[in-house]
């Protein structure tokens, strides 16, 4: 049971252990309801005379000693408290037995079953779920592991962190934090490689599945041999045990996990064969894998000091995952992707009322700050940081910060420090970027005289709960100049804004040029920048940086939708020529193209009219988006026809880049021809396609049309027992569903025999995509928020982590019209009122009230 008054922890309240432990002994003995875990810590007093408090939740003690000699302590909810009388002044041993029930723990955090499995989740605060412990993050220690197999004979497989010195004995000699600790024991069949390091070193390559899965496995270990190379040649770290092992469940409730050379993973980011897994599934997974590996430097050899110092580990593994990825693909296409989920995530995130800076100062339960704050803005900032000292200096700094920190538990001050000792530059206003919550709004105003172009930038940060009055920011401005002709007047160059108001001059150009402004998104602010569509226009057809290419168009795109929206205008001529000519460009990555064509999300579309006081209508909104896409299949017929038969990718499926970015394109157009032609290339193609990614792009675009009750059958038949594939069905039915249907879709889905809601991946694929379907669940009768309240009430108690989570749908509702507002507002309050709610939705919701 936890706390009765959920505590603020907050970041000015640390203090550092008392105690050091030297050494930590695990001995578990396997049972489904009455696990044993025997724990023996070599204990030295750092300030002899002080309490020693072990955290420790959900725990029956068994027995414990101090020395060998019986001690009788009394837990209390939350752990127990040694008094100082019973400790000895110098090192000591603390022994204790506890009793656990991983087959009872559907929270999915400790020590849990998955299908008969036994796995573990201790980030950031599982391990106290499983014995008595100092469980922070600066409190690291070297772990031995013994597992004895359950008696059952359930369990011939016994892995856990380290290196494996007998069976189901292991030994980690780097001293970790206990978030970092791992176990899994069951009937696991393995795929082997092996791994030659820079130096010359030997490392065994294990992917843990359960058997059948062994055939899905040889993407993950492909891209994780990659992301082991990477990391020596791009960053100089090599892998530092005889083993690195991979294991696949399928009850997790985030993506994966890094556990020191023991990764635990999302059956879904590691699962893939070409019937089952989309084009996206594989870019994922190699994303994932990288992500986890890299870890092992930036997470696990250097952790964090404490949980608020999360996005030091986040923001760096995130911004390395994404330079590998955009090294393996596209760094354009990388980019833009990475920018249209930093908008719809974080973007939407810092507008509301769960903004949080990217170093929090507060939290109530840190389960609930794993947010797109933490990781895709924390991921931007060092971008940033890159951007403005130069890619050299930055892996000098981080050369240093891996020679000065190894071994330790750091701070951001930490991090700062260490490029300010490889630069010589202060990084003070820089650091500002940690502490100050909201997306920071860049104003631009131009003039031009006598061959002297100036631009002068203005920045400002609205508040955000509890900030207020911000100070301005370091924002790197990269910025090109173009001529009228398309030419490149003035190549990029990056601009420092450190002012709230500051002039920038270009001097001795030919003409008033085009400005071509924050290229490759080089910070995460909005630009409010008046363009005329004539600039738009020559910046969509000239730019020479991918990105702003691509967002000349996004800006034509959104602003045609919102004239569609508030003056029911119909889109230009000019807009659906450009749009077409750039879908036809054989001189541009089809996958480039592909992104060009998609519209902008109906979310995005309400979170812009909102920013721009005018209340979103979410059923005009995807009328619009609606209509707006048939007048491009119309007008750009003869284009995607021609298309859809010379993107098509000849011989067996392939992964790569270059063959999805083909049939990505191809999908695209099946989409719109879809319009065109009542569903016969998508009914031809879903049912001849011998890969999940055209399969999946023809059944999708016959459920847009509400052309696919044949098609849901048929997939069902087809796919019903492979579980990733079938979350795709669930998922698809729920969020293409015409707005007035998406309700109903939903309880139907949650109806259905194969709806295990206790599975996080199938939960999210009923209710999650509910919530992706705007108009569908702001239905204005309140049905879809009163649905999807009711599912969070009844999965809290199981799975609060999950629950807590989901409860981020709510969090735009002081976006709608008081009539929403008011239904929403009802349901969290409902919500809220639940007897024995979980500290995690309450601590959400309660936020999400505020607003
Ligand atoms: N550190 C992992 C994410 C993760 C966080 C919390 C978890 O359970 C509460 C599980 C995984 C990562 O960044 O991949
Ligand atoms: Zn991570």
Redo the contacts with the bound molecule.
Sequence with gaps: MRDAAPQTIRLADYTPYPFRIDHVELIFSLAPTATRVLSTLKVTPLQPGTDMRLDGEDLLLIRAAIDGAPVSVTPDATGLTVPAALLPDGPFTWECEVQIAPAENTAL?GLYMSKGMYCT?C??E?FRKITYYPDRPDVMAPFDVRILAAEDGSTPVLLSNGNPTGHGRWTDPWPKPAYLFALVAGDLVSVDDSFTTRSGRDIALRIWVRPGDEGKCAYAMDALKRSMRWDETEYGREYDLDIFQIVAVDDF??????NKGLNIFNSKYVLASPETATDRDYELIEG?IA??YF?NWT?NRITCRDWFQLCLK?GL?VFRDQQFSGDMRSHAVKRIDDVLMLRARQFREDAGPLAHPVRPEEYIEI?NF?TATV?EKGAEVIGMLRTLIGPEAYRKGCDLYFERHDGQACTIEDWIAVFEDATGRDLSQFKLWYSQAGTPRLDVAEAFSDGTYTLTLRQETPDTPGQTDKAPQVIPVTVGLLGRDGRELAPSTTLELTERTQSFRFDDLPERPVPSLLRGFSAPVILRHEVSREDQLLLLAHDTDPFNKWEAGRSLAKSTLIAMVTEDTAPSEAFLDALTTVAGDASLDPAFRALALALPSEDDLAQTLHASGVTPDPDAIHAARQSLTRAIAAHAEPTLSALYDTMAVPGPYTPDAKAAGRRALRGTALRLLSERDNGDRARAQFLSADNMTEQLAAFSALLIIGQGSAAVGTFYEQWHEDRLVMDKWFALQVSLAPPEKAVRACKALAAHADFDWKNPNRFRSALGALTMNAAGFHNPSGEGYELLADWLIRLDPVNP?TAARMTTAFDSWRRYDTNRQRLIKMELERIAATPGLSRDVTEMVGRILAA
Excluded: L, V
Excluded at 253 to 258: C, D, R
């Design positions: 955090e989740q980030e950031a599982g409730n985030m993506g994966a996990m890094e994932i992500h986890e870890h997470g986040e593994t389960n794993y990781y982590q």
